[in-house]
């Protein structure tokens, strides 16, 4: 909610600042309507945003009538104020009526520019900003003074669009001509315009001797509102130094300004800087994930992308130093996602700037046009009235205005043109961007459909790019591709769309038979040669895939996906090879079959080539594994289909895995042969495996399991410890729990899934305290409360060790649980033996084997 004073708050404000007036009336001195709106204006720079909004609601509550100038003025006070509450619509139609009237003075109009560029810029309306930031600037040129608000807002608006050295430059001018007039104010505006500027192209020190100054400039001005804005830049410029330390106590001081002056975007952003520079320093404090959630959730609403993308990354950070790996992942792709919608406002920022500057320059030519048909025009009458020779001359210069008249609508139409085209390329290699090349391959795919003509699709990439871009750096690597698409260019036909789809990956898509097209790629592959590049001899080749669409595939995306599998097997088979899927036959089906493997607890390690096996040859594979298996398998099956999309927060997990049936069953139906991954081993405490078996079979489909290596396996070996010697009790913490099992405590007990008992409704996925202390309850009926348990959990990368954390059962609410932590509870040994006439009564008992003698125990063997 924004933070709006209520009238009573309001009155009580205007009290307490229009103390001093009511001094002056008592002691008979008349305060005029001039002296209270110039009061007005200093506390707007020099105090809370809410001192200068009480005194506007008085002179209201007064009913006092200002004249227009005086008004004007007001009203410029009550513009600023909504924009600094964040209230940018409402400041935009405050200050329309404000900007119309041309007999307002040169320096209010600039004032009510300037603030009009601001509310535009706040609201990324860029051609807005940009286009009054012409006017301010042609009003500047007008009356011969250098304005520092202006060139200020100049270089700021120019850093948005990427023009640094431009924005350093207005910068520098905004500089020069505030300090001869001795404005503190003006002074730390383009203080900060400077080193921001100065920061984004790159020069730190630079802009930390900027904002140094900035600081300084900024406390002699008065106004709250810049002297926590000076800090924040100083201590942002500190910490993109590498000095967080250095940084946290100018932020924390920002953070603490922008509260008291009730500034929330400044607050939030501030916040998120100074969070980043604990992370980057190694300190934490309590709370702080949730101080950022808050502003994560604030910079959402607006959305404010790159603060949403820094958000995500610092929480990521935050995550790993709690090992929650799975969250910092999940962060770090939202981070991702939020990066690509920076990318694309910058892109949208760059368009509107590159737009108004043509609108600029088209204005710029018409008004020459128009100004040389009126010369013409006096030309004209003047002609008439001297001899009749010169109408002549006229009429030439007529058909000469009407020809370049012609030209420049020539040259707009080319420029216009231009600007579309470069939308529509890639900056590197000249090639259609993914999205332009599936736009005008689904025409052409159309087309060629239409007029019964082949169509073929072609999937490159380059082999090992990585490797070039290691070896030899990222300048090695854009130069292979700027060869290769120069290559593309000259070796397709015209009618052929080439595209670069991302990263070392292109698509051609051409009307000509495979075979024509295999014919070009030969004819492609022969030109390429090594790319030299500071001394470096930089050698490269590629696989193809490619497919000629035939009557099976109705769908562009079809061929593609077809090409593409036929890319897949040009790497598998080698590299530097063209794999056609044009002619291969339709796979012969035997019949729809499942098979569920287990990963092991570390895949590298774990797996069986009997599982990879499986995983290799069916058609569609469904995976349930944690985030590293996950990546390894997407490597060997980049169609893998992720299983745990079907969680979700407060889901009751046996709905969960019903769906997970379903998904499995579905594909299953479609006469595919499916394999199904799950974490360790399939049929070990996995609900989903056995179930998906039993419905397969039922249904008639043929239906196995591959055993895979579990975490009770890894507990054994990790633990030293000989299940046959005590035997074993292995039970569900909460089947254990709820169905009151009796334990022989002269064994082994196992519970699984500790930090889940009691969650009888399926939805919770952390430890709850009571249910612990009850779990322990239950086990002191059997285990003294010093009794030594063990919290076990499986390392899941082979860099990482195993947790076997020991400690006595009565501490064992007090633990750190993960989902899959293991409570092993060791046999006791204070018990007494049986007596030797017990075990000679049992071995004198006939056993299976030799009568009379002993059983042997296993571990003899």
Not at 119 to 147: G, I, M, R
Not at 295 to 313: Q, T, V
Not at 647 to 676: F, N, P, S, W
Request: aromatic share 6%; proline share 5%; charged share 25%.
């Amino acid at each position: 909610m924004r933070a709006v004073p209520s009238p009573a708050l309001a009155a009580v404000l205007a009290a307490m600042v229009l103390t001093g007036f009511a001094a002056d009336v008592v002691r008979g001195r008349d305060v005029s309507p001039e002296d209270r709106v110039a009061e007005i204006e200093r506390r707007n720079i020099s105090a809370p945003w809410r001192e200068s909004a009480a005194l506007i609601e008085a002179l209201r509550r007064e009913r006092i009538e200002l004249p227009a100038d005086l008004a004007a003025r007001v009203e410029l006070v009550r513009a600023r104020n909504l924009a600094l509450e964040g209230r940018n619509r409402e400041a935009a139609e405050v200050l329309a009526p404000l900007l119309q009237p041309a007999d307002r003075t040169v320096d209010f109009r600039l004032r009510a520019i300037i603030l009009r560029v601001n509310v535009a810029a706040n609201d990324a309306d860029y051609a807005t900003a940009f286009t009054w930031l012409d006017k301010a600037l042609d009003l500047l040129e007008d009356s011969a003074v250098e304005h520092p608000r202006v060139l200020g807002m100049a270089s700021y608006l120019h850093l948005r669009v990427g023009a640094e050295p431009k924005a350093i430059d207005y910068a520098t001018r905004a500089l020069r001509a505030a300090r001869p007039l001795q404005d503190s104010r003006e002074e730390c505006m383009a203080l900060s315009y400077l080193g921001q500027a100065q920061r984004a192209d790159g020069e730190l020190l630079a802009a930390e001797q900027a904002h140094r100054e900035q600081i300084a400039a900024c406390e002699r001005s008065g106004d709250p509102v810049f002297v926590a804005d000076a800090h924040r830049n100083l201590g942002r410029s500190l910490l993109e130094q590498g000095r967080p330390e250095a940084a946290l106590s100018w932020l924390d001081g920002s953070l603490q300004r922008f509260e008291q002056v009730g500034y929330e975007p400044g607050v939030h952003e501030t916040r998120l800087l100074a969070t980043d520079a604990r992370v980057q320093s190694g300190g934490t404090q309590p709370g702080l994930v949730e101080a950022l959630r808050t502003s994560l959730a604030y910079f959402e609403s607006a959305p404010h992308w790159a603060n949403i993308e820094h958000a995500h990354r610092v929480m990521a950070r935050l995550a790993e130093l709690d090992q929650r790996h799975t969250d910092a992942i999940a962060h770090l792709q939202r981070a991702m996602d939020a990066l690509k919608q920076v990318e694309e406002e910058a892109r949208q920022r760059r368009l509107a700037y590159l737009q108004v500057q043509f609108d600029t320059r088209l204005k710029e030519q018409q008004i020459a046009l128009l100004e040389a048909d009126r010369q013409r025009q006096a030309a004209e009458l003047s002609a008439s009235q001297r001899a009749r020779w010169l109408q002549a001359l006229g009429i030439g210069s007529l058909l000469a205005t009407t020809v370049l008249l012609f030209l420049m609508f020539g040259r707009a139409a080319t420029q216009r043109r231009r600007y579309r085209e470069l939308s529509e390329r890639d900056g590197l290699t000249g090639l259609l961007n993914h999205q332009q090349v599936r736009q005008r391959g689904e025409r052409a795919f159309a087309h060629s459909r239409r007029s019964l003509r082949p169509f073929t699709a072609v999937v490159a990439d380059i082999d090992h790019f990585k490797r070039i871009n290691d070896r030899y750096g990222h300048a090695a690597g854009d130069a292979v591709l700027r060869q290769l698409g120069a290559l593309l260019a000259e070796v397709f036909p015209p009618e052929a769309l080439l595209g670069r789809s991302g990263g070392e990956e292109f698509t051609i898509l051409l009307p000509a038979t495979a075979e024509q097209t295999r014919f070009l790629i030969e004819d492609l592959r022969g030109r390429i040669e090594p790319v030299t590049i500071y001394g470096h001899r930089v050698e490269y080749s590629l696989s193809f895939g490619l497919c000629q669409a035939t009557e099976r595939q109705a769908a562009l995306e079809q061929t593609l996906r077809a090409a593409d599998m036929a890319l897949y097997e040009a790497k598998r088979g080698g590299r530097d090879r063209v794999c056609d899927a044009t002619h291969q036959p339709e796979p012969r089906r035997p019949g729809a079959e499942l098979v569920v493997v287990g990963s092991g607890i570390q895949l590298a390690r774990h797996v069986s080539q009997r599982c990879l096996s499986e995983i290799e040859e069916a058609e569609v594979v469904l995976a349930l594994t944690d985030g590293a298996a996950f990546g390894m398998l997407r490597e060997l099956r980049p169609d893998l289909i992720d299983l745990r999309i079907h969680y979700g927060e407060g889901k009751d997990r046996r709905q969960t895995y019903r769906e997970m049936d379903a998904a499995i069953m579905a594909e299953l139906h479609a006469g595919k042969r499916v394999c199904a991954v799950f974490y360790g081993h399939p049929g070990v405490f996995a609900d989903v495996p056995h179930a998906v078996i039993r419905k397969a079979r039922e249904a008639g489909f043929p239906a196995r399991m591959e055993p895979g290596i579990s975490a009770e396996a890894c507990l054994y070996s990790d633990l030293g410890i000989d299940p046959g010697r005590h035997g074993v009790q292995s039970l569900e913490a909460t089947r254990f729990l709820v169905e009151d099992r009796p334990i022989d405590n002269r064994s082994l007990l196992l519970l699984w899934q500790v930090a889940l008992t009691g969650d009888l409704a399926c939805t919770r996925f952390h430890a709850d305290p009571t249910e612990l202390r009850r779990l322990v309850q239950r086990l002191q009926l059997d285990y003294p409360p010093e009794h030594e348990v063990i919290l076990y959990e499986a390392a899941q990368l082979p860099v990482e060790p195993f947790r076997a954390e020991r400690l006595r059962l009565c501490d064992l609410p007090l633990a750190r649980f993960e989902e899959y932590t293991t409570l092993v509870v060791p046999p006791r040994t204070d018990l007494r033996p049986a007596s030797p006439e017990r075990l000679l009564a049992t071995y004198a008992r006939p056993a299976a084997g030799e009568p009379g003698k002993p059983p042997e125990h296993p571990g003899a063997r």
